[in-house]
């Protein structure tokens, strides 16, 4: 169900970001930093990090070495969900989290320990970014979302 709200018929109005609004660049950027650490930590124990939107994932992937050699290695990724990717009409590499791997969902408790917010300001914060993404996609705008 936490899917659906990223599946947008209408364009998002600024009314349906309270949160974003109150908050300054830098206490977004505090939330997302801390919501970065804890999905990495997750990715080190091999666990995939569902965030609504898709689902962050270490897939096993090939890197080209000398001489046309492959190497396997693994790699961090955000494999977009199926039905977020069929509604936007979205293409992607086709990549999906290995089967002995986990999900887990974030735990906005512990972001919001680490980040000193309230846990309800970090859980809103964290939507309505990915409602702003999902308004983006929609209205196919270039996005750009860096994570360290």
Known sequence: AEMQKYLLYNSVEPEELPTLKELSTVEICKIW??????????????????????????????????????????RPMLILSK???????????EAKIPDETPVVQPDFEKIATHTHFRQEIVEQCVQETLHCFAGALRDNKEVEFSFR
Not at 41 to 69: M, Y
Not at 83 to 93: A, D, G, H, I, V
């Open 33 to 74: 930093s801390g919501m970065s650490q804890h999905i990495y930590r997750h990715l080190l124990k091999k666990r995939a990090v569902d965030i609504g939107v898709g689902s962050f994932a270490v897939v096993p992937a090939q890197a080209s070495v000398a001489e046309g050699k492959v190497l396997p290695v693994e």
């Open 83 to 93: 039905t977020l990717k069929m509604f936007y009409n979205l293409e992607s590499e």
